[in-house]
T-cell receptor
């Protein structure tokens, strides 16, 4: 069984540009989550999809971040325009139900210059 | 709100030393507790979990016991190896945060030969 896949593994962009991160969950997992770790601090929740619907987006920091999951399969997280404080590692996770452990991807390291 | 506190380190140990990483939590009710590990260059992996009081999670020689009375979930290993060098995250998921995992800040462990 393939795990959670994230692309790219590393992205370096300049302040003001746009970046789109992609996450492919484990096949059959309806629940998809985005988290991020900035400045070596705690890993913090961003949002949760159930299939294509946003179940909880309370962790999204501001309206520069847009997450989508069209068709309920893969998800994208777009940052537009990127700011310096957005640098960090963005993790995606998936689970079959909310009761089961979440399986994480390797993360995307985002560097804003 | 729900939160997790853990010793931040970094922790440096010699091979075959005993490891303890302290973790305490604040949550309503009876949360599920987890330890995740991130090896260098890799993603987050679930190391072990416990879902109710007095449960002991174990994996790869690591153990942690769910202590409701002290709200703790300390990670222990009797004899560490160089390959255990990684960042360890204590985490919880509770009824009030059922869809998100709440992480501690992570503890960096280096094991030297």
């Amino acid at each position: 069984e393939a795990g959670v896949t994230q692309f790219p593994s590393h992205s370096v962009i300049e302040k003001g540009q746009t970046v789109t991160l992609r996450c492919d969950p484990i096949s059959g997992h309806d629940n998809l989550y985005w988290y991020r770790r900035v400045m070596g601090k705690e890993i913090k929740f961003l949002l949760h999809f159930v299939k294509e619907s946003k179940q909880d987006e309370s962790g999204m920091p501001n309206n520069r971040f847009l997450a989508e999951r069209t068709g309920g399969t893969y998800s994208t997280l777009k940052v537009q325009p990127a700011e310096l404080e957005d640098s960090g590692v963005y993790f995606c996770a998936s689970s079959q139900t909310t009761d089961q452990p979440q399986h994480f991807g390797d993360g995307t390291r985002l560097s804003i210059l | 709100g729900d939160s997790v506190t853990q010793m931040e380190g970094p922790v440096t140990l010699s091979e075959e030393a005993f490891l303890t990483i302290n973790c305490t939590y604040t949550a309503t009710g009876y949360p599920s507790l987890f330890w995740y590990v991130q090896y260098p260059g890799e993603g987050l992996q679930l190391l072990l979990k416990a879902t109710k009081a007095d449960d002991k999670g174990s994996n790869k020689g690591f153990e942690a016991t769910y202590r409701k009375e002290t709200t703790s979930f300390h990670l222990e290993k009797g004899s560490v190896q160089v390959s255990d060098s990684a960042v360890y995250f204590c985490a919880l998921r509770s009824k009030t945060s059922y869809d998100k995992v709440i992480f501690g800040p992570g503890t960096s462990l280096s094991v030297i030969p």
